[in-house]
């Protein structure tokens, strides 16, 4: 069962946006779900200096399958000029479980 399930890590400037970005992605049934952590603190250099900024980052559960088009879809949606995903395999989970994220993203 390894790797048949993916992760997908997301940051945004806002709970709204990724609320709205979880949204449309479930509805799209190109992930099973998303989990928002609000409050992230972001340290980065971008364009030459260095910023700090409040996001909140989103856990994406998806299938390997599906895995590039959620990207894909996730970069066409996102307000950032260069959006951070990344793509985690998932090592194991119960049974019931990657059967229900193979299910809701079919």
């Given at each position: ?16 946006r990724a609320e709205n970005l979880c949204r449309t992605l479930v509805s799209e049934r190109l992930i ?75």
């Amino acid at each position: 069962m390894s790797h048949t399930l993916k992760i997908l890590y997301v940051t945004c400037d806002s709970v709204e946006r990724a609320e709205n970005l979880c949204r449309t992605l479930v509805s799209e049934r190109l992930i099973a779900c998303g989990n928002i952590i609000p409050g992230v603190r972001s340290i980065y250099r971008y364009q030459g200096k260095i910023h700090e900024d409040s996001e909140a980052a989103v856990l994406m559960k998806t299938s390997a399958e599906k895995a590039p088009a959620a990207m894909k879809r996730i970069t066409e949606l996102h307000s950032y000029d260069i959006p951070a995903v990344e793509v985690w395999a998932v090592e194991d989970a119960p049974e019931p479980f990657r059967k229900w994220v193979l299910e809701e993203t079919s």
